[in-house]
């Protein structure tokens, strides 16, 4: 099946600092990304939908100017997290769609930050 | 809004056992559903999935019937395994958004 990965697994930074987290499709190119954001009683949380070369449609509630995404090729998106803050600290997982039009997609293994 | 609702964990069966995990949405228009299974230490996977009214999704001795009627898509398995421990997330897909339960964890005793 298709391959999601995310970089860093883990992350520790302190307050203040920014933190940008890797999103790729390994075997295929995805048009449109989702990121996520996993609660400590497992609700998952969409952050924002990211769309290869426009700009990303961010939920309700979500700062886009605290979580920057950028969906420059149709295999890489990139969250960055500017001015972490503990509250920032989470799991922070993204997915990919399969193909534009599907509803098939395929999640990345997520990535822990942990902001001092 | 669209949302999903499932029961709350922790769901401890014996090895074997019948297994049942409600999920119940609110949508507009004709989603489509999906199981997702997240084992420890791995990102979630696509367990099954029905895209319209009646339909029944079914992998790895899983089921769920989407009923437009009650809005439900249960998941049930007859015969759980150890192996079958995981977090199980209902989700649904609607205008280009996912919309996830909080999740559920199974945890099943040997």
């Known amino acids: 099946g298709a391959v999601v990965s995310q970089h860093p697994s883990r992350v520790i930074c302190k307050s203040g600092t920014s933190v940008k987290i890797e999103c790729r499709s390994l075997?295929?190119?995805?048009?449109?990304m989702f990121w996520y954001r996993q609660f400590p009683k497992q609700s998952l949380m969409l952050m924002a939908t990211s769309n290869e070369g426009s700009k990303a449609t961010y939920e309700q509630g979500v700062e886009k100017d605290k979580f920057l995404i950028n969906h420059a090729s149709l295999t890489l998106s990139t969250l960055t997290v500017t001015s972490a803050h503990p509250e920032d600290s989470s799991f922070y997982i993204c997915s990919a769609l399969g193909q534009p039009g599907t509803d098939t997609q395929y999640f990345g293994p997520g990535t822990r930050l942990t902001v001092l | 809004g669209d949302s999903v609702t499932q029961m709350e964990g922790p769901v401890t069966l014996s090895e074997e056992a019948f297994l049942t995990i409600n999920c119940t949405y609110t949508?507009?228009?004709?989603?489509?559903l999906f199981w997702y299974v997240q084992y420890p230490g791995e990102g979630l996977q696509l367990l099954l999935k029905a895209t319209k009214a009646d339909d029944k999704g079914s992998n790895k001795g899983f089921e769920a019937t989407y009923r437009k009627e009650t809005t439900s898509f249960h998941l049930e398995k007859g015969s759980v395994q150890v192996s079958d421990s995981a977090v199980y997330f209902c989700?649904?897909?609607?205008?280009?958004?996912?919309?996830f339960g909080s999740g559920t964890k199974l945890n099943v005793k040997p």
């Open positions: 989700a649904l897909y609607n205008f280009n958004k996912f919309y």
């Open positions: 075997d295929f190119q995805a048009t449109t």
């Open positions: 949508a507009t228009g004709y989603p489509s």
